[in-house]
């Protein structure tokens, strides 16, 4: 089955630590996201890349990091560096640019940090 | 700029039909809708672009006002598979490359 996954669902870190978050795609798709969503909010954008070894930064971007150095993988870094970093996030991917192409959703990471 | 959705919230019974709107305050080419269950992933539903084109998967229906940069999302006959939030994206300013969503409209049908 095509899609996208995302591990682990939960994952828990003590502050101040950098921690690497995983997406990959089986969709043969060009272009990939990283948003990030918390409670009873929307998604906002983190980062994004349309080809390989090229991204760029969405809205949120300070304290996080990312490499696209295959089609089908997408990691996101969030760094210590970011003021609060617990949040749910979701890596998306698109046959073409965002705003013409239909986004399909991996399952989402939970990160806690205390 | 983020798009502006109303209502925030509406609960109605199964059967009964609801209205979702989305907002711009800039012209918009396109506006896509998704669905999104409680803790798990959005759900693609339909994208609307200019010149009429509608381009979805499942059965809703929408309504896309380029003069009035609005769309709106239009769940009849609700099921009570219909719960969750419902999210528009529209085009980011200068970008055609990403989406900037809304806050979201948090759906929820009773039995």
């Known amino acids: 089955d095509g899609g996208i996954t995302q591990s682990p669902k939960y994952l828990f870190r003590k502050e101040g630590q950098n921690v690497t978050l995983s997406c990959e795609q089986n969709?043969?798709?060009?272009?990939m996201y990283w948003y990030r969503q918390d409670p009873g909010q929307g998604l906002r954008l983190i980062y994004y890349?349309?080809?390989?070894?090229?991204?760029q930064k969405g809205d949120i971007a300070e304290g996080y990091s990312v490499s696209r150095e295959k089609k089908e993988s997408f990691p996101l870094t969030v760094t210590s560096a970011q003021k609060n970093p617990t949040a749910f996030y979701l890596c998306?991917?698109?046959?073409?640019?965002?705003?013409?192409?239909?986004?399909?959703f991996g399952p989402g990471t939970r990160l806690t940090v205390t | 700029q983020q798009p502006v959705q109303s209502p925030q919230a509406v609960i109605l019974r199964e059967g009964e039909d609801a209205v979702i709107n989305c907002s711009s305050s800039?012209?918009?080419?396109?506006v896509h809708w998704y669905r999104q269950k409680h803790g798990e992933a959005p759900v693609f539903l339909m994208i609307?672009?200019?010149?009429?084109e509608q381009k979805g998967h499942e059965k809703i229906s929408a309504s896309f006002n380029e003069k009035k940069q609005q769309s709106s999302l239009y769940l009849t006959a609700s099921q009570l598979s219909y719960s969750g939030t419902y999210f528009c994206?529209?085009?980011?300013?200068?970008?055609?490359?990403?989406?900037?969503f809304g806050s979201g409209t948090q759906l929820t049908v009773l039995p």
């Open positions: 998306a991917s698109s046959s073409g640019p965002g705003g013409s192409y239909e986004q399909y």
């Open positions: 969709l043969n798709h060009d272009a």
């Open positions: 890349s349309q080809i390989v070894n090229d991204f």
């Open positions: 800039k012209a918009l080419y396109s």
């Open positions: 609307l672009l200019k010149g009429g």
């Open positions: 994206g529209t085009p980011s300013s200068g970008s055609a490359r990403q989406l900037t």
